[in-house]
């Protein structure tokens, strides 16, 4: 035991020691190194991650952008197609208030123009239309029959006319276009036509007439006496035939012998009665309208449109045509046209010509302006 004690204190053993730590001293310094390496390394290829995910961000904004950019090509090119820009022409109409009569003759006639310049000149885009085009189509409507199989009107042309050219205003108000082709364009012309009216002898005949013929009872004196209320209230306002029919039984102030008329952009005016006006409306209010109990049985209760028809439904513009035409057939007046807008000029004229004050007419028609009227010389009135 003790000469194994003397061993591990020999000089031998001293020496192995020292070697073993010196073995061990280079083991630190080398995994020094390494980890320097393995952070250089991490370094590089962290570096080397976010280039390449700051090329892949540069590519997808890129793609973005470009997306971007062909969905406002899209946008601007589908804005610039005929069909979609009278329809938002339509929608700008609407948004104003115009009436439906005016929306409805835009739609038509700009239709018109479209289906011409898509299927016979092959244009869909807006920039694509010169003056040449526009000329052309004037040609093409004078040449081709409307959908009823007859020849258009150099008036109806003209009003067709009218419309597109308010159109390409408005594309050129809306920078749509810088130039408007309709400036190269000569216009349809067309020569003011005699104003119509008719006589104060007609007019009695008319008033006759309003009675069915072969016809008694209840029913057949009610129609005749609206239908003489309705004559003589257009005969003494000169009132549009869509206000008419637009009137309810409050509109009439009976005390004050005027009647509240809407005219177009939903404006008001208060147009004095006669008093065979007044007293034929009065007439047909108390006697003659249907009560509230017949409205109820007839399942129109409440109605309170001033004019009924024999359905108990308000009187329409398409029966105001059919009714004018049972008149001037019954009345026998076959020379001339009869209808509530004839009944406007006559009273236009009448009024001109025993006032000659254009200013006041200009109220009582609901005019905006003194251009639709301006001497009783049978050509400027409309």
Same mark, same amino acid.
């Given at each position: ?68 950019? #062909? ?5 601007? /090119?589908?804005? !610039?197609?005929? +069909? &979609? %820009?009278?329809?938002? *022409? ?125 016809? #008694? ?5 009610? /129609?005749?006496? !609206?239908?003489? +209320? &309705? %004559?003589?209230?257009? *005969? ?147």
């Amino acid at each position: 035991m003790v000469s194994r004690a003397t061993n591990n204190n020999s000089p031998h053993a001293a020496n192995a020691d020292k070697s073993k730590g010196a073995d061990r001293r280079p083991t630190k310094k080398g995994s020094r190194v390494t980890q320097a390496r393995a952070q250089a390394q991490r370094a590089k290829l962290d570096a080397q991650t976010q280039i390449h995910q700051q090329q892949e961000d540069q590519e997808a904004m890129a793609r973005q952008t470009q997306h971007k950019q #062909t969905v406002r090509q899209e946008m601007q /090119a589908k804005r !610039r197609i005929i +069909a &979609i %820009l009278i329809e938002a *022409y339509i929608q700008d109409h609407i948004g104003g208030n115009s009436s439906q009569k005016t929306i409805e003759w835009h739609r038509t006639a700009l239709g018109l123009l479209r289906l011409f310049l898509e299927e016979e000149l092959d244009i869909t885009q807006i920039e694509e239309v010169e003056a040449d085009d526009i000329s052309a189509w004037f040609a093409h409507l004078r040449s081709t029959p409307a959908a009823r199989g007859k020849v258009r009107s150099e008036r109806t042309i003209q009003t067709y006319a009218r419309s597109a050219r308010a159109f390409f205003h408005w594309l050129v108000r809306r920078s749509t276009l810088e130039v408007n082709p309709f400036e190269r364009v000569a216009f349809p012309k067309v020569g003011r036509p005699l104003i119509q009216t008719i006589t104060a002898e007609e007019f009695e005949q008319l008033l006759l007439a309003c009675a069915p013929p072969h016809e #008694t009872g209840p029913y057949a004196e009610r /129609a005749a006496v !609206r239908n003489r +209320a &309705i %004559l003589w209230l257009l *005969y003494d306002t000169g009132i549009r035939v869509s206000e008419l029919t637009n009137l309810r039984v409050d509109d009439l102030d009976r005390k004050h012998g005027v009647v509240t008329v809407l005219g177009k952009g939903a404006k008001e005016r208060r147009v004095a009665l006669g008093q065979n006006c007044l007293r034929n409306l009065s007439y047909y209010l108390d006697k003659h309208r249907p009560d509230a109990a017949e409205l109820a049985e007839w399942g129109s209760a409440g109605e309170d449109h001033l004019f009924l028809s024999e359905t108990r439904q308000p009187l329409t513009k398409n029966g105001m045509e059919m009714l004018f035409k049972r008149l001037r057939i019954r009345a026998g007046i076959t020379d001339k046209r009869v209808s509530p807008h004839i009944l406007r000029h006559t009273f236009a004229i009448n009024y001109l010509v025993k006032s000659n004050d254009p200013f006041s007419l200009q109220e009582l028609l609901g005019h905006e302006d003194l251009t639709t009227q301006e001497r009783p010389d049978g050509r400027a009135f409309r």
